[in-house]
């Protein structure tokens, strides 16, 4: 039998508003669909006011990057829950969503998938977490928690974790997971932080990870997006 590989990318995308202050949801496609990934996790993806409408037109998505939101949102205008969004090709099979509302100070959640890819299972996490650590601790507690509840299953975990440092503060998640930070991906114009991380059980191995650092991603948000490639055995 042999290994399934899969593309994952993180991008908190900040509504599609560059360092220029400008919104061009346009040139955040433009990244997406640089990344050439199976399933990107977005943060940010929704405005923050009122109804929470998507930041980027979801009928240009397809035709721009290839790729397709999966059914987090909880209403007709936005992309994500809580701003987190996935958007996977269109030969993933979607079986599932779970929507988290994640404790803590701020309004923060998680969306979960579980999907169909090359004839496997897996479930996709999709976070952003809080900006303080006890929060960030409660937040993955919580977390691990639902995801002990679920089936067992080949799991990635992805999103803006707001962790500055390289290897702490992620106890909370317990054993099960391996959280790899790509790179620097923050802030864009002068990368200092691995904030945006992709984790996975152990089923998957790391075979390549990296931060894209296009010209166009420079300017399209404040982070960087993030990938990994990922092999499931």
Same mark, same amino acid.
């Given at each position: 039998m042999g290994y399934m590989k899969l593309r994952v990318a993180s991008y908190n995308i900040r509504k599609c508003v560059g360092l220029d202050l400008r919104r061009k949801p346009d040139r955040t496609?433009?990244?997406?669909? $640089?990344l050439q990934s199976d399933i990107v996790v977005l943060q940010e993806a929704d405005k923050r006011l $009122?109804?929470?409408p998507s930041s980027i037109p979801v009928q240009h998505i397809e035709d721009r990057t290839g790729l397709r939101p999966l059914p987090l949102a909880a209403n007709d205008v936005s992309v994500g829950w809580h701003g987190n969004a996935v958007l996977a090709s269109p030969d993933v099979v979607v079986k599932k969503v779970d929507r988290l509302h994640l404790p803590g100070f701020e309004p923060r959640g998680a969306g979960i998938a579980e999907v169909e890819i090359g004839g496997q299972t897996i479930r996709i996490v999709a976070t952003h977490l809080g900006l303080m650590r006890k929060h960030r601790?409660?937040?993955l507690h919580y977390l691990r928690q639902e995801l002990e509840a679920l089936p067992d299953l080949p799991t990635v975990i992805? $999103? *803006?974790?707001?962790?500055w440092s390289p290897n702490a503060g992620f106890e909370a998640l317990g054993t099960g997971f391996t959280l790899h930070s790509p790179g620097r991906s923050f802030h864009a114009s002068r990368p200092i932080a691995g904030l945006d991380r992709i984790g996975h059980c152990g089923s998957f191995s790391l075979y390549d990870? $990296?931060?894209s650092e296009t010209p166009e991603a420079r300017r399209a948000s404040d982070h960087l997006p993030v990938?990994? *490639?990922?092999?499931l055995n």
């Open positions: 496609l433009n990244v997406i669909a $640089g $009122g109804p929470r601790a409660q937040q992805a $999103g *803006d974790m707001n962790e990870a $990296g931060v990938w990994a *490639d990922l092999t």
